[in-house]
């Protein structure tokens, strides 16, 4: 199946700093996702995007699908950003809906 | 328009028990999805329905586990003779049809001791 990776595990930062987080994914992909799992246990939909660019506030989002990555930006950071966010694909020739995450990526943000 | 729910959100049961969890999907969306996260881990997919058809399931979905959705609409998965391996969150999530975008659920924790 599909392989994804995700880079860096863990990430520290001060409140108002800006970070990109990064997920390779071995195949090619009918649908992509990035979530933000907060400290309940909730995964919170970020992007739906399995190629091109998106922005929603101080996320944005860009998936290169020819070659296999997306990039996750959090700017100005806030506390309320912490948590682990999780990149999921859908391989093309997997089975409908059946996404497979990444590792993610642990992020603190200090005040 | 309420999210997907799930219940309980915690249980804690003694191994060789019997448990059955809920989810009930987002009014409308008729494919449903469970997964199962361990600590430290990223959600692993377990099964997917499509109305009441179940049109896939993992090799995680040993013979001890079972799911169904019975009416299309909500969906239950039984964990029979619980060991300790089974403690996890276990996430329902839904998409409607023709769309992949899935939307989870708050989860249900298992503890097994």
């Known amino acids: 199946g599909i392989q994804v990776e995700q880079s860096p595990p863990d990430l520290i930062l001060q409140e108002g700093a800006n970070s990109t987080l990064r997920c390779n994914f071995s195949?090619?992909?009918?649908?992509l996702q990035w979530f933000h799992q907060n400290p309940w246990g909730q995964l919170i939909n970020l992007f739906y995007i399995p190629s091109g660019t998106k922005q929603n506030g101080r996320l944005s989002a860009t998936t290169v699908a020819t070659e296999r990555y997306s990039l996750l930006y959090i700017s100005s950071s806030q506390t309320t950003d912490s948590g682990v966010y999780f990149c999921a694909v859908e391989g093309s020739t997997d089975s409908w809906g059946k996404l497979q995450f990444g590792a993610g990526t642990q992020v603190v943000v200090t005040p | 328009d309420t999210g997907v729910s799930q219940d309980p959100r915690h249980k804690i049961t003694k191994r060789g028990q019997n448990v059955t969890f809920r989810c009930d999907p987002i009014?409308?969306?008729?494919?449903l999805y469970w997964y199962r996260q361990t600590l430290g881990q990223g959600p692993e997919f377990l099964t997917y329905f499509q109305n009441e058809a179940q049109l896939e399931k993992s090799r995680l979905l040993s013979d001890r586990f079972s799911a169904e959705r019975p009416k299309g609409s909500f969906s239950t998965l039984e964990i029979q003779r619980t060991e300790q391996g089974d403690s996890a969150m276990y996430l329902c999530?839904?998409?409607?049809?023709?769309?992949?975008?899935?939307?989870f659920g708050p989860g249900t924790r298992l503890t097994v001791t």
């Open positions: 009014s409308e969306h008729n494919r």
């Open positions: 999530a839904s998409s409607p049809d023709g769309v992949k975008e899935q939307y």
């Open positions: 195949d090619s992909v009918n649908n």
